[in-house]
């Protein structure tokens, strides 16, 4: 027997459990009934946020008794799908150009590339029918996020009927799908994130924070797309209809809500409610979820609302993942108001015992509907069967891509533009009163984005503390509690109480992205300020740690790029930022460290690391009570994201519109003259900055802080070698 290998391993082994001792005695709530409670918390909580604005919505619509009631409903749904998207996109020439055609023997496909904005292709199929007479009816299909787009075999196969039966068709590649990849990577092939979903979110996250919505540029392409269908001769401008299934259904949907040309709609798998939205697969891709679209008091029917009184059929699947019980719910609603307006027939819906798909049941009901409106007949008949092409046959770009093809814009160069047209301008400051101004207003701007009425300083609430033991070392103990934020919202805490001499302490709030215990144990970085003579209070807010969401998200790439991405989206919806949730979290904790005999309240101080920097940065704005603030590992701005193609664990601190507003480092300008440490600051995929940069990227920081007295108090460097408490010297 090998018996320095067996030492080795018994070593191993004694240190493995020794780590999962210590770890259990300060994540102290992992074997207690509580911790199941906790890991659903913040999606009980943001989800019941939610609730409510949809109660307030339901006695809204319970109003809507008169057909001007209903009208103005109308306006106002539409009012604000434009603000949440950031306005109305903006009118540019098509320059349309016809690459190939495809000969049918009832129809042929046109095979374009048309300019959805100046130098932002779409490729797109026309569909024409040879029989019958011109003008006819059209129907604009938008595709969802099937892989194979405009090539997939249904939609061959659906657009080849219509045509036979006489209707124009334009269909074309969505944003991020089929031709049109975003992110595309040469060397992959294919986009640098593999599903078109995660491109979708990523390039969402970016346009949330300029203050628009993905949804700005798929719905520029759809009214371009019906620009140019409208602009064919062979078309009835009359008589246009519009349709498409899953993510084509969430673009019938907006597309029908906001032009007047479409008189007919037929949304597939997409309608369903946000009640029933929260209650089975939550959040969807970035461009199907309007922000604050729960604030506002929107829900699915509102998208049928803004159609009315002309004909719109729903359209739905039984197996589907969009919950049947919301679509009828959805439905039910939309009936009623139909009716208020005397026009219940040309509100329709049909079901199939199917999946998540424009299945047979489906197309022969739109069939019908289309018939019926738009030309007149039944449409009953059988579809007719297609010569399919291959996907080479439908390329209407030379290697597939309109990236390599092409090249022009990107949503990822667009932004850019529209951040460079609508952000905010960086405030000159010439003396003390220019500062003094700029830092109110950014307080004032901070208040309002994260939607906090008040500090938590100025309501004096008095937290509720429930105790769970005490931990005994060398030199300082740990009180393990839980502190209530807000009703139902429970804060993990370890309280770190040195032997030191009686008297009142400097005391250090404590958060780290990781958890409270991750650098808790044995003389790790806790432990050195503990022995240093500081109280320190390490905290789990909402979220992190110990009240972390554990479930499996709906794809295996979700929590990578996105962490929480489900309660971070609800959060943003109803108007309140995770980030000032967790910002709020830290002011209640501070109510209480305050209260300490342990701690002088006038020497309490600010640690972020990570993921939870930048709502430590929030709190430190608006809550004057931390005197001095470090901030570690810490995305270094906003701006950041929007300049990086791909990003990554950015989201939960994402606040909608904040660049029209602010940036990260405008907050570090903020906090003087108070003493601040930015260390490691990261770009957008967490990757440490050079030292070098950073100075140049905090220069506006650091002016502030020598007109707010002394430019010495603002220290951003590479973390030393030393220990914790030599790099931070002011922290004792």
């Known amino acids: 027997m090998n018996y320095s290998r067996l030492l080795l391993f018994c070593l191993a082994l004694a240190f493995t459990q020794s780590l999962a001792r210590a770890g259990d005695e300060l994540d102290f709530l992992s074997g207690l009934e509580e911790s199941r409670t906790l890991r659903q918390m913040l999606p009980n909580h943001v989800n019941g946020l939610a609730r409510a604005c949809l109660e307030a919505r339901r006695q809204k619509i319970a109003f809507l008794t008169t057909a001007e009631a209903v009208l103005a409903r109308k306006q106002y749904v539409r009012e604000r799908i434009m603000t949440a998207i950031g306005g109305p996109p903006e009118k540019s020439p098509l320059n349309p150009r016809l690459v190939g055609v495809l000969e049918r023997p009832e129809y042929r496909i046109e095979k374009l590339v048309f300019e959805s904005q100046p130098r932002f292709y779409v490729t797109a199929h026309l569909y024409v029918p040879k029989s019958g007479r011109p003008p006819y009816p059209a129907i604009l299909f938008p ?3 099937e892989i194979d787009t405009k090539a997939r075999p249904t939609w061959q196969r659906m657009l080849g009927t219509l045509a036979t039966r006489g209707y124009v068709v334009l269909t074309y590649d969505p944003i991020g799908q089929g031709e049109r990849v975003q992110l595309y990577d040469p060397d992959w092939g294919e986009s640098k994130v593999f599903r078109n979903n995660t491109e979708h979110t990523i390039l969402g996250i970016q346009c949330m924070l300029i203050g628009d919505n993905l949804a700005r540029y798929s719905i520029c392409d759809g009214l371009q797309a019906l620009d140019y269908l409208v602009s064919r001769s062979e ?26 040309r479409i008189q007919i709609a037929a949304p597939s798998c997409w309608i369903t409610s946000w009640q029933r939205l929260l209650e089975t697969i939550g959040q969807q891709d970035a461009e199907q979820i309007l922000i604050p679209a729960l604030k506002d008091g929107l829900d699915y029917a509102d998208f049928v609302y803004a159609f009315a009184p002309k004909p719109y059929m729903i359209l739905s699947a039984m197996s589907d993942f969009f919950s049947i019980t919301g679509t009828r719910e959805t439905y039910d609603e939309a009936k009623r108001l139909y009716g208020v307006l005397g026009v219940s027939e040309k509100l329709e819906r049909a079901e199939a015992d199917a999946g998540h798909d424009y299945s047979e049941t489906l197309r022969m009901a739109a069939y019908r509907w289309f018939g019926h409106w738009l030309k007149g007949v039944e449409g009953n008949d059988a579809e007719v069967a297609v010569t399919l092409a291959f996907e080479e046959e439908l390329r209407c770009t030379p290697t597939g891509q309109v990236n390599t093809s092409l090249g022009g814009e990107t949503v990822f160069s667009l932004n850019q533009k529209r951040v460079q047209a609508l952000g905010r301008s960086v405030p000159e400051l010439k003396n003390r009163a220019d500062f003094t101004r700029f830092q109110e207003k950014t307080q004032q701007q901070v208040r309002q984005l994260l939607d906090l009425k008040t500090s938590q300083a100025e309501e004096k609430l008095a937290p509720v503390i429930r105790s769970y033991g005490k931990v005994v070392r060398s030199g300082y103990l740990i009180e393990r509690l839980t502190y209530e934020s807000e009703p139902g919202i429970l804060i993990p805490t370890l309280l770190f109480l040195p032997e030191s001499p009686a008297g009142r302490k400097a005391a250090l709030i404590y958060v780290d992205g990781r958890g409270k215990s991750v ?36 794809a295996h790439d979700v929590r990578p790029y996105f962490g929480d991405y489900d309660s971070a989206m609800t959060a943003l919806v109803v108007g309140k930022p995770l980030v000032g949730m967790r910002a709020l979290d830290i002011s209640r904790g501070i109510d209480w460290l305050q209260q300490r005999v342990e701690v002088d309240p006038e020497r309490i101080y600010g640690f972020g690391k990570g993921t939870a920097s930048v709502p430590l940065l929030h709190a430190a704005v608006l809550d004057a009570r931390l005197k001095k603030v470090v901030l570690e590992d810490m995305l270094w701005s906003y701006q950041a994201i929007v300049d990086n193609r791909i990003h990554r664990q950015v989201f939960e601190n994402v606040v909608a519109s904040v660049l029209r507003f602010y940036d990260l480092p405008d907050l570090v300008a903020a906090l003087a003259p ?5 260390v490691n600051p990261t770009d957008a995929m967490q990757h440490p900055l050079p030292s070098q940069k950073t100075l140049q990227l905090y220069s ?13 108090r603002l220290h951003v460097q590479a973390r030393t070698s030393e220990a914790i408490v030599k790099a931070y010297p002011g922290l004792r």
């Open 700 to 712: 506006f920081a650091q002016r502030a802080f020598q007109l707010a007295g002394d430019g010495s």
């Open 674 to 678: 108070r003493e601040v440490w930015v």
């Open 519 to 554: 650098a808790a144990g044995p003389d790790q970085e806790l432990e050195k300020f503990a022995q240093a003579g500081l109280v320190v209070m390490a905290i789990d807010v909402r979220g992190l740690g110990e009240t972390e969401v554990l479930e499996s998200q709906q």
């Open 235 to 260: 078309v009835d401008r009359s008589r246009i209809a519009c349709t498409g299934n899953s993510g084509g259904g969430n673009l019938t949907a907006y597309l029908a809500a906001l032009d007047d």
């Open 143 to 145: 595709l969802g996020h």
